[in-house]
């Protein structure tokens, strides 16, 4: 885990962004603000990164796109040679787009190839090497909002991005080893487009991951509290709540805590 807050600054917990090993792939999921200098931090090979998927456009999960594109371009010794795909809603190519605009050309010219997927809700990539293969559907938040689930080998890894409350959405995780699933307020305080405890409890047991890590709390939601909160709503399976740093390794079907990473 990169990030596994929000925009909120808090010394454990930065803005949305989770990396992910498989085979010979190194896929980022959002980048939220700091992403880089934690990637930096916790010693990830960020200049190797091959995939990013973004699951919708709000600042807070992707904000430091055009800043890693910089990075990619000028931060290598030789320079990138290697293609970078970036993966995301429809819009996304409109998205960089307007980067461009902002930011400069080389958001769309970094030096080294680029490859553009727009996944619509129901949409499905899959890498051509067979590392991985990832499928969306919509999730209520934005209009253009992803849910995605990344299925690789060792097994499958959920993750809600941004959403509101979603019968469909339970059961499009079900059978997920992983589900990294928003949390982003207290009960009593119900959003159309966000969760509270109680009503991920609710997800979750449908979904019935092998390992649920609640992520993207919000004060006054303090995020050590959420796997009690989860219990006293009736979830009794494995949780964790995320923070930056968190390993895990699925092997087997099983996720295995490797501890802490820090720099």
């Known amino acids: 885990m990169v990030g596994s807050g929000t925009l909120i600054p808090d010394p454990h917990r930065g803005a949305p962004a989770h990396w992910v090993e498989t085979g010979r792939s190194f896929l980022l999921m959002d ?10 931090r916790l010693g990830l090979p960020w200049p190797e990164i091959s995939h990013l998927l973004v699951t919708h456009f709000h600042t807070d999960h992707v904000g ?11 931060g290598r010794v030789p320079p990138r040679r290697d293609p970078l795909t970036l993966l995301g809603p429809t819009g996304l190519r409109q998205h960089l787009a307007a980067l461009a605009l902002a930011h400069g050309p080389y958001v769309l010219q970094p030096g ?6 727009e996944l ?6 899959s890498h051509p090497l067979g590392d991985f293969k990832i499928t969306s559907v919509a999730a209520r938040h934005s209009a253009e909002s992803l849910a995605v689930r990344v299925e ?3 097994g499958s890894l959920g993750f809600t991005g941004d959403t509101g409350p ?8 079900r059978g997920c080893e992983v589900l990294l699933a928003e949390c982003s307020h207290p009960d009593g305080e119900e959003k159309e487009t966000h969760l509270t405890p109680g009503e991920l409890a609710a ?3 449908i979904s019935n991951p092998e390992l649920l890590v609640a992520v993207h709390c919000y004060p006054p939601l303090n995020p050590t509290n959420v796997p009690n909160l989860l219990a006293e709503a009736g979830y009794e399976g494995r949780v964790l709540t995320g923070w930056d740093g968190l390993g895990l390794d699925l092997k087997d079907g099983v996720a295995e805590f490797l501890g802490t990473k820090d720099g």
Request: one cysteine or more; aromatic letters at 10%.
């Open 152 to 154: 690789t080998q060792d």
């Open 64 to 74: 430091e796109l055009a800043p890693l594109l910089f990075a990619l371009k000028h």
């Open 203 to 205: 997800l979750a047991k």
């Open 120 to 125: 619509p809700p129901g949409g499905e990539w």
């Open 31 to 40: 980048c939220g603000a700091g992403t880089l200098r934690t990637m930096a």
């Open 166 to 173: 979603d019968p469909g959405l339970a059961t499009f995780f």
């Open 112 to 117: 080294f190839p680029l490859a553009v997927h």
